[in-house]
């Protein structure tokens, strides 16, 4: 099956602590985002890349890291620095170069809670 | 900054009804995009309307673009349980450095059996 995987589904975190979120797609596409989801609201952009090796800040970058050394793969690092990270994460893929023009596929999210 | 306003904020119809719902945008655009989300789960694309379109269908849906009024509607006719989840709009700025989609805020709808 292509698609887009997200793990884990549900993530706790302790204040102080830097977590890791994975996103994995097997759709052969160029274009991978991650995406902030708080209740009630829509998506607003974290991290973009259009091609390996590289990315681009979003609307709401600081306090998150995140690296594309391969196609397949964008992982995103919510670290200490990000003061409210409680929400729900969405990664999303496209199909490559002009990619505001083409539909995002996406993950089906990872729940991160700080405790 | 949301560009994209849906309404209404939350729609509840009975099933087999009409649901209908808008979504406004300030700036020029290439194209504009309907997504589903069910709860808690990621959104699945609907339909990709561009600039140039006035009107596109897909099954049950019916999508249509007024540029001069920047305004997009989405009808799903003969509703369904399944049809419950929140909709957005996504707008894809027409031309600059802006390479990404706009969310609005979504509309939820609940569709009764």
């Known amino acids: 099956d292509g698609g887009i995987t997200q793990s884990p589904k549900y993530l706790f975190r302790k204040e102080g602590q830097n977590v890791t979120l994975s996103c994995e797609q097997n759709l052969n596409h160029d274009a991978m985002y991650w995406y902030r989801q708080d209740p009630g609201q829509g998506l607003r952009l974290i991290y973009y890349?259009?091609?390996?090796?590289?990315?681009q800040k979003g609307d709401i970058a600081e306090g998150y890291s995140v690296s594309r050394e391969k196609k397949e793969s964008f992982p995103l690092t919510v670290t200490s620095a990000q003061k409210n990270p409680t929400a729900f994460y969405l990664c999303?893929?496209?199909?490559?170069?002009?990619?505001?023009?083409?539909?995002?596929?996406f993950g089906p999210g990872t729940r991160l809670t700080v405790l | 900054s949301q560009q994209g306003e849906e309404d209404p904020q939350a729609l509840s119809i009975q099933e087999g009804e009409n649901a209908t719902m808008n979504c406004s945008y300030k700036t020029s655009i290439n194209n504009l995009q309907w997504y589903r989300q069910n709860s808690g789960r990621g959104l699945v694309h609907l339909i990709l309307?561009?600039?140039n379109e006035r009107e596109k269908h897909s099954g049950r849906l019916r999508v249509t673009l007024d540029t001069s009024k920047k305004s997009s509607s989405l009808l799903i006719t003969a509703s369904r349980a399944a049809d419950t989840a929140s909709y957005f709009c996504a707008t894809a700025a027409r031309a600059g450095n802006n390479r990404k989609l706009i969310w609005g805020l979504g509309t939820s709808l609940a569709v009764n059996p």
């Open positions: 890349s259009q091609i390996v090796n590289d990315f």
């Open positions: 309307i561009r600039s």
């Open positions: 999303a893929s496209s199909i490559g170069s002009g990619q505001q023009y083409n539909e995002q596929f």
